[in-house]
């Protein structure tokens, strides 16, 4: 969402919660207590795609869909794909169980999942995906848009628990996130992305300030995780 915001040129605050730690205002705006959670003036919207959409429709700038139609319901596919299946598998099956479960509730991740996750859900994803990124450029022509951010987002949450796709076994795809990742959209809050994961939950609003992160004065994060409320 912050890349949309960065490619439409958008000011920002961030209320930087780690998922979990919402407090009950935050559950009142997004009923299913996930980030993220974009309030834009008296526009209140959860959900990433929705939130995309409006950031895009909303406010003058480059299109971050394409102009065609059927391209946009291709685009539309991807971003619904990256978000059903790519979060699965990067974020629940490795993210969570990796790093997530140990630092948020204090026991190991699930090791059985994680062990699926490499061996078999990651590679078949990188399967579909060869097949479907360009060799150059980006999905819909040399422009990043909002499908192919939200593919090359999960691979961040990949690369910080030490996973990146091979480059000889998917050549397409790693060519697509080493373009993806040096666009500014995505370099400019590399340092962001550092700072929260080398500080605990607690730490992370100190720690996004010193980094120069433009912070909310208030927050609607809590002290104490809570479990869930969606099924993972
Ligand atoms: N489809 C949603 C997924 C949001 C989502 O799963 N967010 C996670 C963090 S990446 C979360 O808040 N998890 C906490 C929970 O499930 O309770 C979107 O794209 O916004």
């Keep these: 969402m912050l890349?949309?915001?960065?490619l439409k040129g958008l000011d920002y605050e961030i209320d930087p919660i780690t998922a979990f730690f919402g407090n009950e205002e935050f559950e009142r705006l997004s009923p299913l207590r996930r980030i993220p959670v974009l309030i834009d003036g008296d526009l209140v919207l959860s959900d990433s795609s929705v939130i995309c959409g409006w950031l895009d429709e909303g406010y003058?700038?480059?299109a971050l869909f394409p102009a065609d139609p059927k391209d946009r319901a291709r685009a539309r596919w991807f971003e619904e794909y990256a978000d059903t299946r790519l979060g699965d598998v990067f974020i629940w099956g490795l993210f969570y169980q990796q790093f997530v479960h140990p630092?948020?509730?204090?026991?190991p991740g699930d090791k059985a999942r994680i062990e699926k996750t490499l061996a078999e859900d990651l590679p078949r994803e990188m399967d579909y995906l060869e097949g479907q990124l360009?060799?150059?450029g980006f999905l819909f022509g040399d422009e990043i848009g909002v499908a192919d951010i939200a593919i090359a987002s999960f691979f961040r949450n990949?690369?910080?628990v030490g996973w990146e796709p091979d480059p000889?076994?998917?050549p397409r795809v790693a060519g697509f996130v080493a373009r993806a990742l040096a666009e500014e959209c995505f370099a400019r809050f590399l340092p962001f992305e550092q700072a929260q994961i080398a500080t605990d939950p607690k730490g992370r609003r100190a720690a996004l300030l010193a980094a120069g992160a433009p912070l909310t004065a208030d927050t609607l994060g809590t002290r104490e995780a809570r479990p869930g409320i969606m099924r993972l």
């Design 3 to 6: 890349r949309i915001v960065a």
């Design 60 to 62: 003058p700038g480059d």
């Design 103 to 107: 630092i948020i509730w204090g026991a």
């Design 134 to 136: 360009p060799e150059s």
């Design 158 to 160: 990949g690369a910080y």
């Design 168 to 170: 000889e076994r998917w």
